[in-house]
Structure formats: C-alpha cells, structure tokens
C-alpha cells in the first residue's frame, strides 16, 4: 500500500497569512494526487485534483504542486472561512489512501 | 442540484449486518463509478472501495474483504454496501461519492453525500 505522510498535523494561522501543507507518498504516484478541505461537521471537498488541477468553483487562492512523491497545497491569504481540516489522497493504485489530515486552526 | 444522499446507519452489536444505501440525483448515475469512504470518530478519512459504472468491477480496502458487498442498482440511481461480521473498528460515518474522470485516468471524488452514521457495539 501507499503511504501517505501529511505535515503538519495541525498548524495555527491568521487570516491572509499564507500556508502550506505538504503531502509525501512512500513511491512514486506521478500526479495523481487529490486534495480536500473538510470542515468540522461537514463532508470533505474537492478543492485540486491531478496535484495541480483546480477544481471548478474552488478561489485560486489555493493551488497546488509537485509530482512523483512529493507535493504541497498552499493557501495564499487564509480566509476566515478557510479554516478547516485538509486532506491528501492518492489516485495512483488500489487501495486508495488518504494522508492522516492537517488541521488549519485560527491564532 | 447534484446530490448524494446515504441511508441505513445505525446501531449494531458486533458480528451483526447492516445495509447501506446511497441514492442519487442531479446526475446521470450510470456513467460514474462510485466510491465509499469512511471516518472513523475524530479520525481522518479511509478509502472503502470503488464500483464500476455497470457493478462489473470493485476494488476495496483489504479489512472489509469477505465482510463487505458492494453492489449498485442504475434503475433506482442507487448504491448499496452490504455490512456483514461487523467489527468494532468499523464504527465511522460512511459516505458516499461521485468519482469523475478529470483527465484520462485521473479520478477524483468531487460530489459526496452527507454520510451515514454506523456504530457497533454491544
């Protein structure tokens, strides 16, 4: 199985700070990498696709990048609204697998 | 509007059944595969399996092989996981979703529903 390794865990930011989250995969899944924002209560969502690919109706403030085993989602100016758990998911092979999730929480 | 939504959570006692359904709508069921996806209490979220458009082809985690059924009925937009010897480490809200093929090979789940909550307990 692919191992998925998410830093950091939980991370502690204000609004229109800029963030980073980064996702390593055990080996090489190429681009297929997904992210989601899951906010408390709520089901995830899709936010990129493909490492690098925005999903349709996500702000262009998040982006993100890499390939092979390495990759990063960042956030350019945190919104209030923003504020959320964040997940890395890989695509490449069965069974799919999720990083463990970094929480984005208000300083 | 383009929804998901899950049915059939509840409580269970360990080594009991449960069924879950995922109805669709706003969409073409037939032309997606579909994913579950599990979360467990306070805890991230793991990958249960995918079903092919027609239910000819799945692929699931290795901890529900032989436990879990997956199967999905296209007249009634509706998706099904049979839950069967239910452990207690399968306690987690259960979702639904919609995979979509963004570029050729490249699936993402970009529509889910709101989940369904599974217990098991004595």
């Known amino acids: 199985d692919i191992q998925m390794t998410q830093s950091p865990s939980s991370l502690s930011a204000s609004a229109g700070d800029r963030v980073t989250i980064t996702c390593r995969t055990s080996?090489?899944?190429?681009?297929?990498l997904n992210w989601y924002q899951q906010k408390p209560g709520k089901a995830p969502k899709l936010l990129i696709f493909?490492?690098?690919n925005l999903q349709s109706g996500v702000p262009s403030r998040f982006s993100g990048s890499g390939s092979g085993t390495d990759f990063t989602l960042t956030i350019s100016s945190l919104q209030p609204e923003d504020f959320a758990a964040y997940y890395c998911?890989?695509?490449?092979?069965?069974?799919?697998?999720f990083g463990q999730g970094t929480k984005v929480e208000i300083k | 509007e383009v929804q998901l939504v899950e049915s059939g959570g509840g409580l269970v006692q360990p080594g009991g059944s449960l069924r879950l359904s995922c109805v669709a709508s706003?969409?073409?069921?037939?032309?997606?595969?579909m994913s579950w996806v599990r979360q467990a209490p306070g805890k991230g979220l793991e990958w249960v399996a995918n079903?092919?458009?027609?239910?000819?082809?799945?692929y699931f985690v290795a901890s529900v092989r032989g436990r879990f059924t997956f199967s999905r009925d296209n007249a009634k937009n509706s998706l099904y996981l049979q839950m069967s010897s239910l452990r207690a480490e399968d306690t987690a809200l259960y979702y639904c979703?919609?995979?979509?093929?963004?570029?050729?090979?490249?699936?993402?789940?970009?529509?889910w529903g709101q989940g369904t909550t599974v217990t098991v307990s004595s």
């Open positions: 706003g969409f073409t069921f037939n032309n997606y595969w």
């Open positions: 979703a919609r995979l979509s093929e963004f570029q050729p090979y490249y699936y993402a789940m970009d529509v």
């Open positions: 079903i092919k458009q027609d239910g000819s082809e799945e």
């Open positions: 493909g490492a690098s």
């Open positions: 998911q890989q695509s490449h092979s069965v069974p799919w697998t």
């Open positions: 080996q090489s899944i190429y681009s297929y």
